[in-house]
């Protein structure tokens, strides 16, 4: 039970986090048009700052979408098993995907750690505002984090049905 109370809160803050990102977003692109058009002054780091704010929006988001299963999956084929009564299939389908989607973003976290470590040690930054170069690579590896975690969770739910240890209650 906790541990379902701990993923609804995470669910919440990333979808609050997500919105206030959003928000920032609009309030610097109405403060670069008004500057830029209205009084004919351009704000350098408003662009830059605007990239930042997409990528970190659009990377938590993802993982929110994975968490929900609004992602791109198997579903036709989930939905051919379901109705034909293929349980152990639909299983071993379910295994795979995760044991995939843990693999895969576990390995992209590796790597986008790796180029975050290489900007933080070489003091790299952006050319137009000086922003850490390691910004902008880390909000695709908090999306990793995240997506790798929920990909775990679902190998394990997945792997506990396979083998008939499957608690409805830790669907909810």
Known sequence: MIIVKFWKNLNHSGTI??????LIGILVATAGVITRFVLKVSIAWSDELLRTIFLWGYFVGVAL???EG???RLELLEDS??????DKALNILK???ASINSAFFAVSTYFVYVICMQHFARGTTSGTSSTPAWVLPASYGIGCILITILAARDLIRAVCAFCGKHDAASEE
């Open 17 to 22: 986090a997500v919105g206030v990102i959003g």
């Open 70 to 72: 609004g992602i791109m």
């Open 81 to 86: 098993l379901k109705k034909r009564g293929y």
């Open 65 to 67: 979408c994975y968490e």
């Open 95 to 97: 295994v795979v995907c």
